[in-house]
């Protein structure tokens, strides 16, 4: 028995494979959506060798007091060949800060997405599958928290539990994985009612077999996509905790959110703030491209994969 | 069945929603005590006075009935006190400081809501039916752009390139100048709004409390446009960063009714095609919508308390921006469980609006 | 004339990623007056796509109908149809559309369909728009090609007030009128469904008529508006210019937009006061009743949900025929019903072809619907007619070796046999069809020539026409 699951199990990933293959051409197809892969991709690289590359602390942007005999503790310095992004205020290097942040941003973003979905999937399948009292109950727990406005939750989780990374990752992993649930469950409604799954039940293979050969594969795409577009909100998100003061790891923490809120705070307020526009503008022009690029990744994603489409 | 009794079951499902709610807050807020008798506690600190608060808020009894004690308190209204202001000060109560701060947030989400349906729906329409073509792609782009923009970020930027220091030229400085301020310039002395907004000093009573209803009330028609204008900026930005949602979920929500056989059918009764979109098709479409109008709402709203703290709107928001910073547990809760409440009605609403387009919802 | 519709040359395709899909090739028919022309084939063959050719509902991306005449009397319905759209084909072939040419070939097709030419089609569930009533859908067909004559009905009922209180409280007709009221009250004793259905249809004259008389001058010009907008119509189907054509389009098309369907729809949800809509709910009450709907009147007000399919058929014959239309195109409309459902809607459309003598093409699969129904018969096979005569003639003497072979796949109960015979191979793939014939690599009867040339439509007999080169020189004049 072991033998043959094995062996089909082989058969599946191959034939997933091919089909991704096919998926891949076509996705190339539309250039829009390969441009949003390779930026994604790009931030990626960024976020995991960038902050190597620059050296000195990840935690910290590195701030630069004086620059050839000029004090420029308080004046932030426009974009120029010394400086590529110029400078906020105490003298902090925006290139290396926006740098460092891409980790942590899709860091905290990467872990929040994937443990939601992963919760989410996991409660969705049961929910699905199993029906019943504990179905409802996990459907009942997905409208609750759909129904609270994400950034007040997550202000609320981090201000009464404490504002360090994990509670961040958890409280936003809290918000987001009842998109999951309702994705993955009414999959696996619809999927339960295909006369092959039927008849897979009928000739006795059993529960765990028949959601893993049949079920999940036809759920995974859009997973996929909906990771794509969470991504981006989560990112944004994160930058908005960290705009308000409520992020973790200090004051000085490089986040592109965190970044535009040292401006505005240490400027003396926005309207101070608008001949130094570079301060706010870059950090936020580096979260824009982002999620722009997971937004088409994720249509693009959607276009190729939504079985409605002829492909 | 009947409007009526479908409205009442929409009702009483909602209730175990709000349980849940409940459930939720209470357990943040008892999660963190030292913060919770921080927010009961006015501006006596002795250890008896701690003692007090304890035993006011029953923490030595067992979790069950702690819960009933808070949502006794909960549906009261007694949501603890503000930290004093003053120095001989007794706090505010949060649930007046609720009252005041509520129908500015309420003000600024109805213009937002507004300038999303009146962009947003348009919007869907017409990429649907021209697709593919100029205005569809324009429209997705713009979509796409808006829902990737920090909302914060945005406000800045509006605020920054429109504002009087603007590096631009001074014809785009639409705020700041001359006789009409931004609220986030609210200087005192200078402006239409003083009077409204300094109430103290002008002695104006507002009724409502609504700063645009007021304003007509008294008939001072320039305050209500300069508020109006006031308003205007927030809400567009706020409406800029979620109305993409309803736009592309009313889309592909046309496309596929367009593709069912009763458009067929109207067609081919020789219905202009004028009307088969926006008789056949707009009706059908606009009811699938309502499914996304949850998730809508919660954009929004977040986007709501960002925008709030950018531009310096008195709402509910900035009051959960400044309660975060300070640590002000009370405040958060509070600002957490009316939110949800908003949201909660707003769904509600919606699907009685629903339920008058399509009569198949109503055999439920 | 005894034609009421001629197909010539229609060529429909699909361009799709794959390719091109060579949907209809080349198909040409006679459809005469008064008769039930058959059009049977497999799923795929084009029969369907050659109905939606004919009322131009062909989804355009990604098809066209690239070539070909449809002449309903006198007019050409696809008209500078080659001007629509310019074709590129390159690799992926592109299409350029004329948009403006478009949109003015559709006011001029919405005049013709629901009024000249309509439709039923297949699955009657999803036929109607479920957010709308019955009444509502049947009465805008009407209110869309209907409206002088029911104002007419109207303003003679507002004439003779009288009369019809005292033919309501007598419960019979007794007057007769010369004019539309008088054709309106004749089928209404005609019909004889009764006292209750007359005195209802009674109370609605006699309440448009008085709201006709309260406004008189605003309704006096709306039906002379509409006379004018009908002439402009006839005008548009006789013999016109591409100038004069161009005028009368552009007039009707802003006439059109001041019918607001949007508001009508609305108004007759609730007690509405317009004599129009009370006389469209009044033909739409009499129509349901000609279909045979048991309580037509509540019916009026229910939701397409609540109805079983085959009332749902009715209700889409209803709405077809409303407008008295010169051809009715019949797409598979009992394929989705049970058996004895099918039967009744097949007698129904028979008995209503009778009283209005609408001709009627219907597109089957199924050989016993066609045998039941038609007078001729045309034979459909990937895109092509193979062949086309009367029912009887069909049957006891089929030609192509293709309608051969159908007829001999069904089984038979008085002549049982142990093998059922199909024919060997499968329906052709349209992008890449065969060269030839396109039946050859299945024919039975295929020789070299079937490889190379497509056969030619060779009338073998009166009125018996084969696609087929074992007929070649064996034609009849």
Not at chain 1, 143 to 168: C, E, Q
Not at chain 2, 39 to 66: D, F, S, W
Not at chain 2, 207 to 213: D, Q
Request: hydrophobic share 45%; with cysteine.
């Amino acid at each position: 028995m072991t033998q043959s699951v094995e062996s089909s199990l082989g058969r599946i990933l191959r034939a997933r494979f091919d089909s991704f293959k096919k998926t891949f051409y076509f996705f190339t197809r539309s250039p829009i959506a390969t441009i949003g892969l390779g930026v994604v991709i790009f931030y990626i690289l960024v976020a995991i060798f960038g902050p190597v590359v620059l050296g000195g602390n990840p935690w910290k942007t590195t701030q630069i007091l004086q620059f050839h005999g000029v004090y420029i503790y308080n004046v932030p310095q426009p974009p120029s060949i010394y400086f590529p992004f110029g400078t906020t205020f105490e003298g902090y290097n925006l290139f290396n800060g926006v740098v460092k942040a891409a980790r942590i941003d899709v860091g905290v973003a990467a872990a929040v997405v994937l443990s939601g979905a992963l919760i989410g999937t996991i409660l969705g399948s049961i929910a699905g599958y199993k029906g019943g009292v504990v179905g409802e109950v996990i459907m009942r727990l997905t409208d609750i928290f759909l129904s609270i406005p994400f950034l007040v939750l997550a202000i609320a989780f981090l201000v009464i539990l404490g504002r360090n990374l994990t509670i961040m990752v958890v409280a936003l992993a809290i918000i987001w994985w009842p998109t999951y649930t309702r994705i993955v469950r009414g999959q696996v409604l619809s999927v339960r009612e295909l006369k092959y799954v039927e008849a897979s039940v009928a000739a006795g293979s059993s529960s765990i077999r028949t959601v893993m050969k049949h079920i999940i594969p036809n759920s995974i795409y859009p997973i996929f996509v909906q990771v794509s577009l969470d991504f981006g909100n989560v990112i944004l998100t994160i930058a908005a905790l960290f705009y308000l003061g409520v992020g973790f790891a200090g004051y000085y923490t490089p986040e592109w959110g965190n970044l535009i809120g040292l401006a505005t705070d240490l400027g003396g307020g926005i309207p101070a703030v608008t001949q130094y526009w570079w301060t706010v503008t870059i950090p936020g022009l580096a979260i824009l491209i982002l999620v722009v690029s997971l937004n088409l990744l994720g249509d693009g994603l959607r276009d190729v994969t939504d079985p409605r489409l002829r492909r | 069945m009947k409007l009526y009794v479908y409205i009442i079951r929409r009702i009483l499902l909602l209730i175990p929603v709000i349980i849940g709610v409940t459930v939720l807050t209470f357990f943040l807020s008892h999660a963190n005590l030292t913060l919770l008798i921080d927010g009961y506690l006015g501006r006596i600190r002795t250890p008896a006075h701690i003692a007090i608060v304890k035993a006011e808020l029953h923490l030595n009894m067992p979790v069950y009935a702690q819960y009933f004690y808070y949502l006794g308190n909960l549906f009261t209204g007694n949501w603890g006190y503000l930290a004093p202001t003053e120095l001989f000060d007794a706090g505010t109560p949060v649930f007046v400081e609720f009252e005041r701060r509520f129908p500015p947030t309420m003000e600024l989400a109805l213009l937002a809501t507004a300038l999303v349906l009146v962009m947003g729906l348009p919007l869907g329409v017409f990429s649907a039916v021209k697709k593919d073509r100029l205005t569809d792609q324009a429209t997705r782009v713009l979509a796409m752009v808006g829902v990737s923009i920090p909302v914060f970020w945005l406000g800045i930027l509006i605020l920054i390139y429109f504002g009087p220091n603007s590096v631009l030229p001074f014809q785009l400085r639409l705020l700041g100048s001359g006789q009409i301020p931004p609220s986030y310039y609210y200087v005192p002395g200078t402006s239409i709004l003083e009077p409204w907004v300094n109430t103290k000093v002008s002695g104006l009573t507002q009724p409502t409390g609504f700063l645009l209803i007021d304003t007509l009330y008294y008939g001072d028609v320039s305050a209500f446009l300069a508020g109006l204008y006031t308003l205007f900026w927030p809400a567009l930005t706020v409406a800029l960063t979620s109305f993409a949602l309803v736009t592309r979920f009313l889309r592909s929500s046309m496309l596929e009714v367009m593709g069912q056989d009763y458009v067929r059918t109207a067609r081919s009764k020789g219905v202009p095609e004028h009307f088969v979109i926006h008789k056949h098709v707009r009706r059908n479409a606009l009811g699938a919508t309502t499914t996304v109008m949850g998730l809508f709402f919660a954009t929004l709203l977040s986007g709501v308390v960002v925008t709030e703290t950018v531009f310096g709107w008195p709402g509910m928001g900035r009051w959960l921006f400044s309660a975060a910073i300070g640590g002000d547990m009370v405040s958060i809760m509070a600002t957490t469980f009316i939110f949800t409440i908003i949201i909660v009605v707003a769904n509600l609403i919606v699907d009685i609006i629903y339920s008058f387009l399509d009569p198949r919802v109503r055999l439920e | 004339m005894d034609e009421a519709l001629v197909v010539k040359n229609l060529k429909t395709q699909f361009f799709i990623y794959d390719g091109v899909v060579k949907a209809i090739d080349d198909v040409s028919f006679t459809l005469r007056k008064g008769e039930v022309l058959g059009i049977v084939g497999e799923t795929g063959c084009g029969k369907s796509v050659t109905a939606y050719s004919i009322t131009r509902l062909i989804p355009d991306p990604p098809g066209r109908i690239v070539d070909g005449q449809i002449m309903m009397g006198n007019v050409n319905l696809l008209r500078n149809i080659r001007d629509e759209a310019k074709i590129i084909l390159t690799k992926r072939p592109k299409i350029k559309h004329n948009y403006r040419l478009i949109r003015k070939n559709e006011y001029f097709y919405n005049k013709i369909r629901g009024k000249y030419i309509s439709m039923i089609f297949q699955e009657p569930m999803a036929a109607l728009n479920p957010v709308y009533t019955v009444e509502d859908q049947v009465a805008e067909t009407l209110l869309l090609h209907n409206r002088t004559r029911m104002l007419k009905i109207i303003k003679s009922a507002s004439e003779h007030l009288p009369d019809l209180e005292r033919m309501k409280n007598e419960g019979k007709i007794s007057v007769g009128y010369q004019d539309e009221l008088g054709e309106e009250l004749d089928k209404l004793s005609k019909a004889n469904r009764g006292k209750e259905s007359l005195t209802r249809h009674l109370n609605i004259l006699i309440e448009s008529g008085r709201h006709f008389s309260r406004s008189k001058e605003k309704y006096e010009r709306m039906l002379k508006r509409s006379m004018e907008n009908d002439e402009l119509e006839d005008k548009l189907l006789g013999n016109t210019t591409e100038e004069e054509q161009e005028e009368i389009i552009k007039i009707l098309s802003k006439e059109s937009k001041k019918i607001n369907l949007v508001k009508m729809s609305r108004q007759l949800k609730r007690r509405t006061r317009d004599p129009i809509l009370l006389e469209a709910r009044r033909e739409s009450l009499y129509l349901l009743e000609s279909v045979d709907i048991p309580n037509p009147y509540g019916i009026l007000k229910a939701y397409p949900h609540e109805l079983s399919g085959g009332m749902l058929q009715r209700v889409t014959i209803a709405i077809a025929l409303a407008n008295n239309p010169r051809i009715l195109i019949a797409d598979e409309p009992t394929t989705a019903l049970d058996v004895t459902v099918q039967a009744q809607i097949l007698q129904l459309l028979r008995n209503l072809q009778k009283d209005i003598g609408t001709s009627i093409i219907l597109i089957t699969h199924d050989l016993g619907v066609i045998a039941e129904t038609c007078n001729r018969v045309a034979v459909m096979y990937a895109g092509n007619i193979v062949e086309t005569a009367t029912t009887d003639e069909l049957y006891h003497n089929p030609k192509h070796p293709y309608t051969i072979g159908l007829l001999q796949s069904i089984p038979r109960v008085d002549n049982p046999t142990k093998n059922l015979k199909a024919i060997k191979g499968n329906v052709p793939n349209l992008i890449n069809p065969p060269t030839g014939c396109r039946f050859h690599p299945r024919c039975p009867f295929a020789f070299d020539k079937c490889k190379v040339e497509k056969p030619e439509t060779i009338e073998v007999s009166e009125g018996h026409t084969v696609a087929c080169h074992l007929f070649h020189g064996k034609e009849v004049n």
